[in-house]
């Protein structure tokens, strides 16, 4: 299994073009090591779209999904720093869900994922609905997959109004060693006719940057 832990934050926005520049220092400098320095987040990581436009894209991992709920990371979200308020208030069409990994396949870390985004109907577990998707894993350049279920009371993003919809999103990462093998892969994706939801969006996203809790304390 390559993530870490079976507590998952996914995270995605778009910023305007006159942020971009200082948004990307922010992330890469003080936000996503602030994050991973919580106690019970294991790491995090970057990536940057390849066709845009929600250009960027962040997953944590954490031990488990109460990390996400629990006092030290309701602390952090209660305290941000002024830099961070700066941009999490001016984020473009933001989604985030805190989720549970339900299945984890594959050994191989990719530089390159292909997310799947899928607002299931109702209530159906992900597994083994989507059970075919594991076959993507025969494809060359696919290294893992894992499933990752939403839990929408704590999914809602932190600036977010009552209209807001997507925390019951679930998500599907592929991991892949490079963009073509990603993008080979979702032009042949088929989803499984197994009635789970609707595929909200699929996109290939190119890693950019990681942050290890071991690397942390190690400095």
């Keep these: 299994m390559v993530f870490s832990g079976t507590g998952i934050l996914i995270s995605s926005m778009e910023v305007l073009p006159h942020e971009d520049a200082d948004f990307n220092i922010w992330n890469d400098r003080e936000h996503m090591a602030e994050r991973v320095a919580i106690p019970g987040f294991l790491d995090g990581r970057r990536y940057t779209s390849v066709d845009a436009p929600t250009r960027y894209l962040q997953i944590y991992n954490t031990r488990d999904i109460g990390v996400l709920d629990g006092p030290h990371y309701r602390a952090a979200l209660a305290h941000q720093t002024a830099w961070s308020l700066h941009h999490i208030t001016r984020f473009i069409t933001p989604t985030r869900v805190v989720g549970r990994l339900v299945h984890s396949q594959g050994a191989v870390r990719g530089v390159a994922v292909l997310l799947l985004r899928l607002r299931p109907a109702g209530a159906p577990a992900m597994l083994p609905a989507l059970a075919g998707l594991v076959d993507l894993l025969q494809q060359p350049g696919a290294g893992c997959i894992h499933f990752v ?8 993003p932190v600036t977010a109004d009552a209209s807001y919809t997507g925390g019951q999103d679930c998500y599907v ?10 993008q080979r892969i979702l032009a042949g994706l088929r989803l499984p006719g197994s009635g789970y939801g609707e595929l909200i969006d699929a996109r290939v996203y190119q890693y950019r940057m990681d942050v290890t809790a071991a690397a942390l304390a190690a400095a």
């Excluded at 279920?149 to 809602?156: F, H, I, M, V």
């Excluded at 990462?173 to 990603?182: H, I, K, R, S």
Aim: one cysteine or more; proline letters at 11%; a negative charge.
């Design 149 to 156: 279920e939403a839990d929408p009371r704590l999914s809602r």
């Design 173 to 182: 990462v592929l991991e892949c060693t490079g963009v073509p093998a990603a």
